[in-house]
Each structure stands twice: as C-alpha cells, then as structure tokens.
C-alpha cells in the first residue's frame, strides 16, 4: 500500500477570508459614544501622566537647585577651579624648589592661582602640597606631559581642568 493514496487534508477554497467580517448590528451611534468614551479616558491617562512628569521634573529641579550647578557625572562641590585665573608656569623646567636646591622630583604640578610649578606627593619634597599650603592657591592642575586633570586642595576633590590653564600645560 502506498502511503499517496492516504487521504490528506484539504482546505475549502471556496471559504472567503475573514477580513471585514459579517456587518455587525450594532448602530452607528453605538461606535461614536465608545470612540468618544475612549477618547475621554485616554485624555485623562495623559493628562494624569502629564501631571506625573510635571511633578519628578519639578522634584529633579529641586535636586538640581540644592546641589548648585551639579550636573551628572560632574564635581561640584568645589567652587574655585571656575575662579581661578591661570598664568603660565614660573619654572617650566619643573619643580621651582626643587630646581633651587638641586633635589629631584616625581611628577609635576601646576598652580593655577600663581603658576608654581611643584611636586606631587610622591615626591621627597612634596612642594605642590607645600606652596597650596602655605599661599591658601586652591587647585593645581597636572604638569605632567599628555595629564588633563584638575585637583582642589581646599575641597580635596578632583576638578574639571579649567579650559583656559590649557595652553600652559604640557
Ligand atoms: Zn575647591
Ligand atoms: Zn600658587
Ligand atoms: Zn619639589
């Protein structure tokens, strides 16, 4: 026996596909008063979810407001890296004191109060720490070749690197 001649399943062609449907009872009137039902309670969602956004906007604005100026991703609590008025460095040959006294340094710092160049903490002399110490200049920025970096001494806290104490690092 082959298995041809088993009977398979046929589709009626002659079906018509259901797209539209048998024409429905119901009134014309019927349909408006539901698409106007649902217009109104789609119209209260929004309003009530426009009411929400409003409401975490005005909150985030709050936050905003008590943090100053904070943005995301951004330090501020400090206040005098935007103050500072750099110049260019003193001694662009590296440690100004340690230059003077024939000693040897790690890396580099740069005042940008006054444009001291000194020595970072790493450094036996630790001259960067000393002269912020010793004049109240709050930040320096790093004086090391390629280093774009910003640092308060007063906050301890790292800082956005001024744009205009670009041109005097290396
Ligand atoms: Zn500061
Ligand atoms: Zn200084
Ligand atoms: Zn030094």
């Known amino acids: 026996m082959s298995p041809d001649l088993a009977p398979r399943p046929t589709r009626d062609v002659s079906d018509p ?15 408006e008063n539901e698409l106007i039902h649902m217009r109104h309670s789609f119209g209260e969602s929004l309003a009530g979810l426009d009411q929400s956004v409003r409401r975490i906007e005005g909150e985030f604005d709050a936050t ?11 330090s501020m609590t400090c206040e005098h890296a935007a103050r500072v008025e750099p110049v260019p460095p003193r001694t662009p040959a590296g440690c100004e004191e340690c230059l003077a006294a024939g000693t040897s340094w790690v890396h580099l710092r740069l005042c940008l109060t006054c444009g001291h160049v000194g020595c970072c903490d790493s450094s036996p002399g630790r001259h960067a720490t000393r002269h912020a110490r010793a004049t109240s200049h709050p930040v320096v920025a790093s004086y090391e070749p390629g280093e774009r970096w910003a640092w308060c001494y007063v906050d301890r806290v790292g800082v956005d690197l001024p744009s205009r104490a670009v041109p005097y690092l290396r």
């Not at 905003?64 to 951004?74: V, Y």
Request: overall charge positive; charged content about 25%.
């Open 17 to 31: 596909p259901h797209t539209g449907g048998p024409a429905r009872s119901v009134g014309q009137d019927d349909i």
């Open 64 to 74: 905003l407001a008590g943090n100053g100026r904070k943005r995301p991703g951004e």
